[in-house]
């Protein structure tokens, strides 16, 4: 029997599922960026993470279609820039970094999957922008504090993943 994808380690995410601006739900909204770590505090440079969200509103449908692709040979040449979808799909860069621009989400939180080398599974996790939200009175106020995202500045927000450790973000389970 040959492996499955969920049997073979990486890193191959960031060579076949990237898509040129993946990571642009949207203009003039916010910016949500920062790292992924390692157990070891080391940054991970071959990560790849999708977002979904709700838009302003709250709703989660999104808009399908906001794809482009070459005429000739179909290659994907990025978003048309003009439906939010509230689907997005981004790599780390070699120091671990990334970055999505998108708008506030109407229900407080980016939901966030997490692919990367030594996983066999993908990760999910989410960013909230409150620290009111229901969920997070569920966890130990240490745990807490993993899924909230930190304002740099007006508009730009710092959210770093950790995969193991001591600071180990919270995963969720959907089992």
């Known amino acids: 029997m040959k492996p ?26 916010i910016t949500v960026q ?6 070891a505090g080391a940054p991970v440079p071959d990560a790849l993470l999708e977002f979904w969200q709700a838009d302003p509103s709250g709703d989660l449908r999104g808009r399908p279609g906001s794809l ?10 990025g978003r048309h820039g003009l439906d939010f979808t509230g689907f997005g799909r981004v790599p780390t860069d070699a ?7 998108t708008l506030m989400p109407g229900n407080g939180y980016i939901s966030v999957c997490v692919f ?18 229901a969920f997070l009175d569920t966890l130990p106020p240490g745990r807490r504090e993993t899924l ?12 770093d993943i950790h995969l193991q450790g001591e600071k180990e973000t919270v995963f969720l389970d959907f089992g």
């Open 68 to 77: 482009r692709r070459d005429p000739v040979n179909g290659a994907v040449l």
């Open 34 to 39: 920062g790292y992924v770590h390692d157990g």
């Open 116 to 133: 990367a080398r030594g996983l066999l599974h993908h990760l999910f996790t989410r960013v909230y922008f409150d620290g009111e939200a």
């Open 148 to 159: 909230l995202a930190r304002q740099e500045r007006e508009g730009v927000y710092r959210f």
């Open 95 to 101: 120091d671990g970094r990334y970055g999505l621009r």
């Open 4 to 29: 499955t994808p969920s049997q073979t380690i990486g890193p191959f995410y960031g060579f076949a599922l990237p898509f040129p601006g993946g990571g642009d739900l949207a203009d003039g909204g």
